[in-house]
């Protein structure tokens, strides 16, 4: 529903800054994203901190403990992403339009995603989404992420739906693998970024261009 990308860009440069390691180029987030900060976060680390200039310079990080170098990202990660939560992010274009026909045609919407909770909630208030969602869980609302399928049923249940009646609708790999593994119908946008590799490949019912073909 949002475009996140430049959110994730400026809180990764920020915390690899306080770590005095040099910032990511854009095109590597976006083939990363989309299993969670840990994820994101050390597999940026472990990208940067294997860049020859970096080793060649001796860099601070390089002589600490590996576990303890990512927990320390992730603590700064998530301060700096507090911060800059919606503020470089867009809301996909037809996203509010789909949204409202979905709401006006008597269905309960809930979103889901890897994201945590609370960055989750604040950018649908930011954005002005919040409203049209009667369920919102985040990457550690459960004890997995997706692609694993125990969200999805777990958000079933709280709609109060079986996954057979329940539409998946996402962007990547990880939604189409984690509904068909629930037993849920899943759509998919051909925008969003999906690790890099082309949406048509991940398992999928139907693709759409826009939220507001979901009812045609």
């Known amino acids: 529903m949002v475009d ?3 959110d994730f860009v400026v809180a990764l440069n920020h915390t690899l800054d306080d770590l005095r ?3 990511v ?3 590597l987030v976006e083939r990363t994203v989309g299993k969670g ?3 994101l976060v050390r597999t940026v680390l472990a990208h940067q901190l294997a860049l020859p200039e970096v080793i060649a310079s001796d860099a601070v990080a390089l002589s600490w403990p590996r576990d303890q170098v990512d927990e320390l990202a992730l603590q700064r990660y998530q301060h700096h992403y507090l911060f800059v939560n919606g503020q470089h ?3 996909y274009p037809g996203v509010e339009e789909g949204l409202q026909r979905l709401r006006a045609s008597g269905r ?3 979103c889901l995603t890897n994201k945590p909770l609370a960055f989750a909630q604040a950018l649908l208030e930011l954005k002005g989404l919040a ?3 009667s369920q919102v869980f985040g990457g ?3 004890e997995r992420k997706k692609p694993d399928p125990l969200p999805l049923l777990k958000t079933c249940e709280a709609l109060g739906s079986t996954p057979a009646q329940t539409l998946m609708v996402g962007d990547s790999q990880n939604d189409g693998i984690a509904a068909r593994a629930a037993g849920c119908p899943v759509a998919l946008v051909t925008y969003g970024y999906n690790h890099g590799d082309p949406i048509a490949e991940a398992p999928h019912d139907l693709l759409v261009d826009s939220l507001t073909e979901l009812l045609d």
Do not use: I, N
Request: zero cysteines; proline letters at 8%; charged letters at 20%.
């Open 37 to 39: 900060s840990e994820h």
């Open 4 to 6: 996140t990308l430049g």
């Open 108 to 110: 309960a919407l809930a």
């Open 89 to 91: 992010a867009d809301v």
């Open 25 to 27: 180029a854009r095109d």
């Open 21 to 23: 390691l040099p910032p």
């Open 140 to 142: 550690d609302s459960f």
């Open 131 to 133: 409203g049209y969602f």
